[in-house]
């Protein structure tokens, strides 16, 4: 056990050291988060892990209407599915809420964590930042969805959860996605 912590922590180090300004900035969805929140991906996941014991399946960084910027962690366990709120700017824990609209709570145990998918998503796509990122089933498989996000273009990525390989990338640029909502007279 104390090996495994070991492992994880030196993981969540080196992560935190290499990937940590790549986890914090503009959300895909949300151009109201704040481009410089002061906890990453990795510290949201931590302190996320600290308060909920489970599997995290899902992180995205959003805003609150009054504009404070938060990550939304998603965790399971065997018996429920819990979403945990973290605040971006301190990453004090805010709310934990057991989301039980699920049935089966059985959490397939992914071979590749969700902090290994995002450092192998963000190495696609250099200055990229990770908006989104979520353990998926497709197919009987495993996967992480990862969305990406430049000055220039989203990304969408797609991780193996069993061999960490990238299994399949997209590339938009964020003006088509700005001329796709214009209106067409």
Do not use: C, W
Not at 16 to 22: H, T, V
Not at 135 to 152: A, F, Q, S
């Amino acid at each position: 056990m104390k090996r495994k912590n070991l492992i994880a922590s030196g993981l969540a180090i080196t992560l935190a050291a290499g990937l940590g300004l790549g986890f914090q900035h503009v959300s895909a969805d949300d151009d109201k988060v704040p481009a410089d929140t002061k906890v990453n991906l990795n510290q949201a996941i931590d302190n996320a892990s600290k308060e909920q014991a489970g599997t995290v399946t899902s992180v995205e960084l959003d805003t609150t209407r009054s504009g404070q910027a938060y990550y939304e962690v998603d965790v399971n366990d065997d018996k429920a599915e819990y979403d945990v709120r973290v605040n971006a700017d301190d990453g004090t824990v805010e709310s934990r809420k057991d989301n039980d609209d699920d049935d089966d709570n059985q959490t397939p145990q992914p071979k590749v964590d969700i902090k290994t998918a995002a450092e192998t998503a963000l190495a696609q796509e250099k200055d990229a930042v990770l908006t989104d990122i979520s353990l998926d089933e497709d197919d009987g498989r495993l996967e992480y969805d990862v969305e990406l996000r430049t000055d220039k273009d989203e990304i969408e990525v797609t991780v193996n959860a069993e061999s960490g390989e990238v299994t399949y990338t997209e590339k938009e640029s964020i003006d088509d996605d700005q001329d796709d909502d214009g209106d067409d007279d």
